[in-house]
């Protein structure tokens, strides 16, 4: 069975960090990607960062680009969010994925983290 276990978040100022992390377990080959995911009240989940395990390459939203760093651990299955200067617009709560997919792909993650809250006070 698949699972990814997530750490970190919390509550955060303006211009503050969080870092977080997800640990995944279960699957019989090495996935292709991991990727950080978010959902904010009322708004659809995004695509926030997606890193490949395959070559390596690195996809981040506009809205996070500069602020955030993916970074992945493979010996550790472990793919992690530092999130710098955070913004209000930043509060949501944020999913970790991983997959046999490529980067490239936004519909069709099926294995997520359980989730944990981001919140950014102004």
């Known amino acids: 069975e698949v699972q990814l276990v997530q750490s970190g978040g919390g509550v955060v100022q303006t211009g503050g960090s969080l870092r977080l992390s997800c640990v995944h377990s279960?699957?019989?080959?090495?996935?292709?990607?991991m990727a950080w995911f978010r959902q904010a009240p009322g708004k659809e989940r995004e695509r926030v960062s997606c890193?490949?395990?395959?070559?390596?390459?690195?996809y981040y939203a506009n809205s996070v680009k500069g602020r955030f760093t993916i970074s992945s651990d493979n010996a550790k299955n472990a793919v992690y969010l530092q999130m710098n200067n955070l913004t209000p617009e930043d509060t949501a709560v944020y999913y970790c994925?991983?997959?046999?997919?490529?980067?490239?792909?936004?519909?069709?993650?099926?294995?997520w983290g359980q989730g944990t809250q981001v919140t950014v006070s102004s």
């Open positions: 994925t991983a997959d046999y997919l490529p980067c490239s792909v936004v519909k069709g993650w099926e294995n």
């Open positions: 890193i490949s395990s395959r070559d390596g390459s690195i």
């Open positions: 279960g699957f019989s080959l090495e996935p292709y990607a």
